[in-house]
């Protein structure tokens, strides 16, 4: 039976087209810079804005009409859902999806519970993916909403809790590495804080790194060689999150000896939180080889909470390719649309113009990264700017071979350095307006 009857398979039309149910950039099969637009983009649909999205919000009701969910949270009705995801996924034409635990099965009333109705879930999602060839770009578990969370999980001060949650991961990273998933998120939804004055910090995050090495032994033990993805986050539910932003978390991977294990997921309205540009954190991870994945989406300016809305700025897509094709793609990482539907748009259909959206909006942002890159515009610029230290005494301060005192003695012999030169901001960003 199909949940969207009225809607085809979405076909590439090109630029020209004015139907809004068809690609006017995203060409999967189209190359760029050697790579097939979906190989780049490896686009992933999440289950729990997609299919579980009610609309309600902390003022108001759900909103969504779902013609085929009868609003329950039975297994029938998550077993039913899966369909829908599929038969939405494919028409889409996205590669990949990614889901919490608790997203795709209902919670029992015991963990024994819980668990038997994600295998039955699972082996429906393992029939659904071998029939459209749809694949699990990540999985992960829902450690913040139960009420049993409500301080925290690997950082919570109740041991059972922290229990309960290595349980909880135990077995969705052996349902993610039974689907074949290609990584794992860890989103530390409440490990944080609200009060320091009942909080022992150090203790908090002494925990959260136990945890991490249980996870790791784990997945080695099931033979899972995914990568684990920290997604950083600086608020939101909690006032201050561990896992701040790709800084905050680099310094506790390193600390805790997990650098050989954890990459980065880095989501675009997280970083805005956290006072930085999605630019600023995808370079930060990728420069240091910690850029994994990301969740697209954007923030809205005068909102200051994580709205997840779907990425239409092209200035955004194309930022965010800039720095992914520097780093020679994301695989086996992806594209996550983690962006919901605004609660005004309730309509199965306005699902599709969403990702829609998002898909062409990237694949411009690929188009038009991929056409600066060409003219090397940005890295002639960038390359020249720091000349100075490709000969002289730049060079021996790369190469190491300067000390302090030798600089001092280059100074005082020279008296002043030699001029700045303009660093062009405004013509550099007229240049990249001629590339939109
Ligand atoms: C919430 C996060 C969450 C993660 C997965 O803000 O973005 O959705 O992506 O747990
Ligand atoms: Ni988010
Ligand atoms: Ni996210």
């Not at 059972?160 to 290609?182: M, N, P, R, S």
């Not at 804080?193 to 790194?209: C, F, G, I």
Request: a negative charge; glycine letters at 8%.
């Amino acid at each position: 039976m199909s949940h969207f009857a009225d809607i085809p398979k979405i076909p590439y039309e090109g630029p020209g087209s004015k139907n809004p149910l068809a690609f006017k950039h995203y060409n999967a099969d189209e190359v760029v810079e050697g790579k097939s637009m979906r190989e780049h983009l490896r686009f992933s649909v999440c289950y729990w804005h997609t299919f579980r999205g009610t609309g309600s919000d902390p003022f108001g009701a759900p909103t969504m009409v779902r013609p085929w969910d009868d609003g329950s949270e039975s297994l029938e009705n998550a077993l039913n859902r899966v369909d829908v995801a599929f038969e939405f996924i494919d028409k889409l034409g996205a590669p990949y999806y990614c889901f919490h635990d608790r997203d795709v099965a209902p919670e029992g009333s015991s963990l024994a519970e819980s668990n038997a109705n994600l295998d039955k879930v699972a082996a429906k999602l393992k029939e659904a993916q071998q029939r459209t060839g749809i694949e699990l770009l990540w999985g992960t578990a829902n450690l913040f909403s139960h009420p049993r969370y409500m301080h925290g999980a690997a950082t919570s001060p109740n041991a059972d809790v922290f229990a309960y949650a290595a349980a909880q991961v135990k077995k969705a990273i052996e349902v993610t590495h039974d689907l074949g998933g290609t990584n794992y998120v860890f989103w530390g939804g409440r490990e944080g804080y609200m009060n320091s004055y009942n909080t022992d910090m150090k203790r908090e995050v002494d925990h959260l790194a136990k945890f991490m090495h249980m996870a790791v032994e784990h997945a080695k033990s099931i033979g899972f060689t995914g990568t684990f993805l920290f997604e950083p986050k600086p608020k939101e539910p909690t006032k201050h999150q561990y896992d701040y932003d790709a800084a905050a978390c680099l310094n506790f991977i390193r600390s805790y000896g997990l650098e050989d294990y954890v990459k980065l997921n880095i989501e675009t309205n997280h970083a805005t939180l956290a006072g930085h540009t999605m630019m600023h954190e995808l370079t930060y991870a990728s420069m240091q080889g910690f850029l994994g994945s990301i969740d697209a989406n954007t923030g809205d300016l005068l909102l200051g909470w994580d709205t997840d809305q779907f990425p239409t700025d092209l200035y955004l897509t194309t930022q965010c390719m800039l720095v992914i094709l520097n780093q020679g793609g994301l695989a086996p990482g992806g594209v996550n649309f983690d962006a919901k539907v605004r609660r005004e748009s309730f309509e199965p259909v306005d699902l599709f113009h969403a990702h829609i959206g998002g898909m062409d909006a990237f694949a411009r942002g690929l188009k038009i990264a991929a056409a600066i890159r060409a003219d090397g515009v940005l890295s002639d610029f960038v390359k020249d700017r720091y000349s100075s230290y490709d000969s002289g005494v730049g060079k021996k301060i790369d190469d190491g071979s300067a000390s302090f005192a030798e600089l001092e003695s280059y100074m005082l012999e020279k008296g002043n350095p030699d001029p700045n030169q303009s660093g062009r901001q405004e013509l550099l960003e007229n240049v990249i307006n001629e590339y939109l």
